[in-house]
Every structure is written in structure tokens, then in C-alpha cells.
């Protein structure tokens, strides 16, 4: 997902950092790999904590729905000596994927790859200039298909909650307007048209194409579903005592997993779908500090990290609790484009 800068803009729509991962020492010691054990990668993307987690003596099953990505990765594949699994999937399928005798521990790192915003080919990225695509897994419906056939509501609705654009009504209309004579079919058609509807002043820490660029990005690859599901198949492949740990960059992600987390720690939460008064089962147990953010020489190296957060607990011996996506309190977006609008 987005990895944002500190001044709330998301790197990965926009310009290139070299890849560094991020947190790297903070979830070593939330993880704890340790030889012998099993520990899934549910993001592999370069391979960073991959890498270090079979430094540390573990064996890693990673995934990785970009198809790029294995093939990059294979190198560390024989390098491993059978250690490493390196399989193409979305993490919403790691429990598919985890041995029968459940696993050690899983990590995920909520943020687009650098090398895919790299990628001009790609569509990722509003500073280089290619097909409006954005898939990860280069399959499906693409940006370019959204934004020439879903209706302006819908729009409006991807923009304003996926992006938190303000301008986000002004933009989908100018959207429609500019379709019906031509439609978009790379990254800079609609960034031009951005631009033009909201020009950037010279106050702006962001560019005006940041935010609906970050919002078809995650509609496109229904990546907020994805860290739910994946948090529920985490939940039912780790072992007692195994622990999960989630990097986030983004606010929407990290309310994803603070209510997972909170949802699981046997409180009485609840959404305003389904308001919860009993206590339940403790599923999880918080590792450390509620929430980690980057050190200030971290960020200074490496301004992915300004807006990274890091949630970890740790699994208990009661059941996996119920999958209802109600505990997000998400809007079902996925279902409001109708294509040929």
C-alpha cells in the first residue's frame, strides 16, 4: 500500500527511494526468528526482511502477488538452500500456504514496492509517465479502467475515502467532462487534467495528483480488503505463541490493524454495525508498545519510514475469533463501480 512520506504524502505514488526496509530492527525484535522455526513473508517485494529473517537462523515461506518480484527473488531462492519458499500469492491466502503444524511467526509490510513505482510501465508513479495500470498482480481491472468507465459517484466516493481528497467531486466531474471526448489511457492524461482542475500552490508540501493517484492504487488492488483477510488467515495459521507483526504507512491500514489487534485482545469493542458488550476470548497479546514509529535517525535515512507504523501480538491458545468484516467499519466500495457508466 501507500508508503507515505512524513508530510502525509505517499511516496509510492510519486517519486523513487531506493528500497530499504523499513523498521528493520524493530521487527526482528517483535518477531524473534529463531533457527528452526517457520516464518512467513507475506510481502517480499526486495527480499529485505526476508533476508534477515534467514539470517537469523529461521526458515521463510515468502509471498508476493507481483510476479516480478518472484522472479527477483529466485537468486535468494538457491542461495538458501531450500530455506526459502518464494511463491507467487496475495497475502490474503497465506493461511493456504502455512504447514500443518501452523507457523512461527508472520510479517507484513503494508507498502508498494519501490522497485513497482520504479517501473514507469507499471502506472504507479504520477512522475513518470506510462499506462494508467497500477496492478500488482498485472491482472484484473486497471486504473485506466476506472476512471473511463465507473460512475462519477463511485469516483468521487474512491477519492474522497481511499484518497482523503478534498477535491474530490471536482476532480471526478472534470473526469467525466474530459472521457466523454477522450479517454485516459496513461498516467500523465490524468495527471494533465488534475493540474489543471486543482493547480498546485506554491504552499502545497504534496503534488494535487498524490492523493487520487494513492486512492486507484489501493481500489484497483482492493488492498485495505486484502490486510483484512490477510489478518484473519494470520490469525488462523499461527501456532500458540506465535507472533504477527504489521507495518503499516498509512492511516487507513493502520485502523485496520489497530481495530484487528484491539478486536482481538478480548476487550468489548465493536463497530457501529454490530455494537459488542460481552468480553471474548483473548486471541492476542499486545508485544511491547501499542504502536511503533521510526527513530529520527531512521527517518532521516530513509523518509519512507517517516509515517511507518509498526502494531505486533502475539497468538494465545483460543480460537481464531469470527472473520465478519463489520470490525473494520469499511464501506464496500468494491461493489459500487458499475464499468460502462
Given at each position: 500500500?501507500?508508503?507515505n512520506?512524513?508530510?502525509?504524502?505517499?511516496?509510492a505514488?510519486?517519486?523513487?527511494?531506493?528500497?530499504?526496509?523499513?523498521?528493520?530492527r524493530?521487527?526482528?525484535?517483535?518477531?524473534?526468528?529463531?533457527?528452526?522455526?517457520?516464518?512467513?513473508?507475506?510481502?517480499?517485494?526486495?527480499?529485505?526482511?526476508?533476508s534477515?529473517i534467514?539470517?537469523?537462523?529461521?526458515?521463510?515461506?515468502?509471498?508476493?502477488?507481483?510476479?516480478s518480484?518472484?522472479?527477483?527473488?529466485q537468486?535468494?531462492v538457491?542461495a538458501?538452500?531450500?530455506?526459502?519458499s518464494l511463491?507467487?500469492?496475495?497475502?490474503?491466502?497465506?493461511?493456504?500456504?502455512?504447514?500443518?503444524g501452523g507457523l512461527d511467526?508472520?510479517?507484513?509490510?503494508?507498502?508498494?514496492?519501490?522497485m513497482?513505482?520504479?517501473?514507469?510501465?507499471?502506472?504507479?508513479?504520477?512522475?513518470?509517465?506510462?499506462?494508467?495500470?497500477?496492478?500488482m498482480?498485472?491482472?484484473?481491472?486497471?486504473?485506466?479502467d476506472?476512471?473511463?468507465?465507473a460512475?462519477?459517484?463511485?469516483?468521487?466516493?474512491i477519492?474522497?475515502?481511499l484518497?482523503e481528497?478534498?477535491?474530490?467531486?471536482r476532480i471526478?466531474?472534470?473526469?467525466?467532462?474530459?472521457?466523454?471526448?477522450?479517454?485516459?489511457?496513461?498516467t500523465?492524461?490524468?495527471v494533465?487534467?488534475?493540474?489543471?482542475?486543482?493547480?498546485r500552490?506554491a504552499?502545497?508540501?504534496i503534488h494535487?495528483?498524490?492523493?487520487?493517484?494513492?486512492?486507484?492504487?489501493?481500489?484497483?488492488?482492493?488492498?485495505?480488503?486484502?490486510?483484512?483477510?490477510a489478518l484473519f488467515?494470520?490469525?488462523?495459521?499461527?501456532?500458540?505463541?506465535?507472533r504477527?507483526?504489521?507495518?503499516?504507512?498509512?492511516s487507513l491500514?493502520?485502523?485496520?490493524?489497530?481495530?484487528f489487534?484491539?478486536?482481538r485482545?478480548?476487550?468489548?469493542?465493536?463497530?457501529?454495525h454490530?455494537p459488542?458488550?460481552?468480553?471474548?476470548p483473548?486471541?492476542f497479546?499486545?508485544?511491547g508498545k501499542?504502536?511503533i514509529?521510526?527513530?529520527?535517525?531512521?527517518?532521516?535515512i530513509?523518509?519512507?519510514?517517516?509515517?511507518?507504523?509498526?502494531?505486533?501480538?502475539?497468538?494465545?491458545?483460543?480460537?481464531a475469533?469470527?472473520?465478519?468484516?463489520?470490525?473494520?467499519?469499511?464501506?464496500d466500495?468494491?461493489?459500487?463501480?458499475?464499468?460502462g457508466?
Amino acid at each position: 500500500m501507500a508508503a507515505n512520506l512524513g508530510d502525509g504524502t505517499p511516496e509510492a505514488d510519486g517519486g523513487s527511494v531506493r528500497h530499504i526496509p523499513v523498521l528493520l530492527r524493530e521487527v526482528l525484535t517483535s518477531l524473534q526468528p529463531k533457527a528452526g522455526e517457520v516464518i512467513l513473508d507475506g510481502t517480499f517485494g526486495a527480499g529485505g526482511y526476508t533476508s534477515a529473517i534467514l539470517e537469523a537462523g529461521a526458515n521463510v515461506i515468502a509471498l508476493d502477488r507481483d510476479p516480478s518480484a518472484i522472479a527477483g527473488g529466485q537468486a535468494l531462492v538457491k542461495a538458501n538452500g531450500g530455506r526459502l519458499s518464494l511463491i507467487h500469492s496475495q497475502f490474503s491466502d497465506l493461511d493456504q500456504h502455512a504447514p500443518e503444524g501452523g507457523l512461527d511467526g508472520v510479517v507484513l509490510d503494508i507498502g508498494v514496492s519501490s522497485m513497482q513505482i520504479d517501473e514507469a510501465e507499471r502506472g504507479f508513479s504520477f512522475q513518470r509517465n506510462g499506462p494508467l495500470d497500477m496492478r500488482m498482480s498485472a491482472s484484473g481491472v486497471s486504473a485506466a479502467d476506472v476512471v473511463n468507465r465507473a460512475k462519477v459517484g463511485d469516483l468521487i466516493r474512491i477519492f474522497g475515502f481511499l484518497g482523503e481528497e478534498n477535491h474530490a467531486g471536482r476532480i471526478a466531474r472534470a473526469i467525466e467532462k474530459h472521457r466523454a471526448e477522450e479517454l485516459f489511457t496513461t498516467t500523465r492524461d490524468l495527471v494533465n487534467l488534475i493540474e489543471k482542475v486543482n493547480p498546485r500552490r506554491a504552499k502545497d508540501k504534496i503534488h494535487p495528483a498524490t492523493r487520487v493517484f494513492q486512492a486507484l492504487r489501493i481500489f484497483v488492488n482492493d488492498e485495505l480488503g486484502e490486510l483484512a483477510q490477510a489478518l484473519f488467515a494470520a490469525e488462523r495459521s499461527l501456532k500458540p505463541g506465535g507472533r504477527l507483526v504489521i507495518v503499516s504507512f498509512h492511516s487507513l491500514e493502520d485502523r485496520i490493524v489497530k481495530k484487528f489487534f484491539a478486536d482481538r485482545s478480548g476487550k468489548a469493542t465493536g463497530s457501529r454495525h454490530m455494537p459488542l458488550v460481552e468480553e471474548r476470548p483473548v486471541v492476542f497479546e499486545t508485544i511491547g508498545k501499542p504502536m511503533i514509529g521510526a527513530t529520527e535517525e531512521e527517518a532521516e535515512i530513509n523518509p519512507r519510514a517517516r509515517s511507518a507504523k509498526l502494531r505486533a501480538g502475539l497468538r494465545t491458545s483460543a480460537p481464531a475469533g469470527s472473520t465478519n468484516m463489520s470490525i473494520f467499519d469499511l464501506p464496500d466500495l468494491a461493489s459500487l463501480v458499475t464499468m460502462g457508466a
